[in-house]
């Protein structure tokens, strides 16, 4: 099983750009189906992105598609965000999430590996 550890986060001004690291412990990354989630207090989780472990298909939530990328590195076992064009609404607790799978998983109870997160906040 993998650990993963999210790094990246921090203050911008609305408009500006950040990019999310998820670095991955352990054998087999490439293997691994990966998403991003964020959370706010006091609401649910919500999808960002996910990518399949081949790195060939990714689905995006529908509030960031078009501003957010989401790659994959398995030689540096690592998946990316790159988020641009930010704005309040993306503040949140960005969570990177891991599945031993090759189906396309991007609902957060198919996945069984979670970071601790790291926080984005977005000033306006």
């Known amino acids: 099983q993998v650990q993963l550890v999210e790094s990246g986060g921090g203050l911008v001004q609305t408009g500006e750009s950040l990019r999310l690291s998820c670095a991955a412990s352990?054998?087999?990354?490439?293997?691994?189906?990966m998403g991003w989630f964020r959370q706010v207090p006091g609401k649910e989780r919500e999808l960002v992105a996910a990518i399949s472990w081949t790195g060939g298909n990714t689905i995006y939530g529908e509030s960031v598609k078009g501003r957010f990328i989401m790659s994959r590195d398995s030689a540096k076992n690592t998946v990316y965000l790159q988020m641009n064009s930010l704005k309040p609404e993306d503040t949140a607790v960005y969570y990177c999430?891991?599945?031993?799978?090759?189906?396309?998983?991007?609902?957060?109870?198919?996945?069984?590996?979670w970071g601790q997160g790291t926080q984005v906040t977005v000033s306006s």
């Open positions: 999430a891991a599945k031993l799978t090759h189906s396309m998983v991007y609902v957060d109870e198919e996945f069984d590996t």
């Open positions: 352990g054998r087999a990354f490439s293997a691994y189906a």
